[in-house]
């Protein structure tokens, strides 16, 4: 009898294992979409740097990646339970992606859709980074450049 209960734990434990070890995959800056097995009261991103989560209703998460990375990510229900749990992987997006390459560095990278824009990516010559994300920042706030 005590054998059988130990196998039992074994099994439970391994089978809560494969559950917590799925991984979602979304593109930075793209979101994706889990519809959820129960009603939704919380949400936590591990490294809100990485991604971020936001519930569109009780069952229904959207996802958006923000940049390169992996962190986790937990919901909750009303009661505190666990009704979803997995590794986040945000990967950067390749399609219409375009990388200029010179010697043995990444200077600049571009993303064509249909025509190509500057878009920093880490790993990117750090100065044309740096200019390249202001000017982003710039473009989103509405400010004029000085």
Do not use: H
Request: hydrophobic fraction near 45%; charge should be negative.
């Amino acid at each position: 009898m005590g054998f059988r209960a130990i196998a039992i734990a074994m099994l439970m434990s391994v089978s809560l294992g494969a559950a917590q070890t799925r991984e979602f995959v979304v593109s930075a800056d793209q979101a994706g979409l889990i519809r959820l097995p129960g009603d939704a009261s919380g949400v936590i991103v591990g490294n809100p740097g990485i991604a971020d989560a936001m519930l569109y209703d009780a069952r229904t998460l959207f996802v958006t990646g923000k940049v390169f990375g992996r962190t986790n990510l937990i919901v909750l229900d009303e009661a505190g339970r666990v009704l979803y749990t997995s590794d986040l992987v945000v990967t950067q997006a390749e399609a219409g992606t375009v990388q200029v390459f010179r010697s043995n560095t990444r200077p600049e990278t571009f993303v064509c859709a249909p025509t190509c824009q500057a878009i920093p990516q880490i790993g990117d010559d750090a100065d044309w980074f740096a200019e390249t994300s202001q000017q982003r920042l710039t473009t989103r706030s509405g400010a004029t450049p000085d």
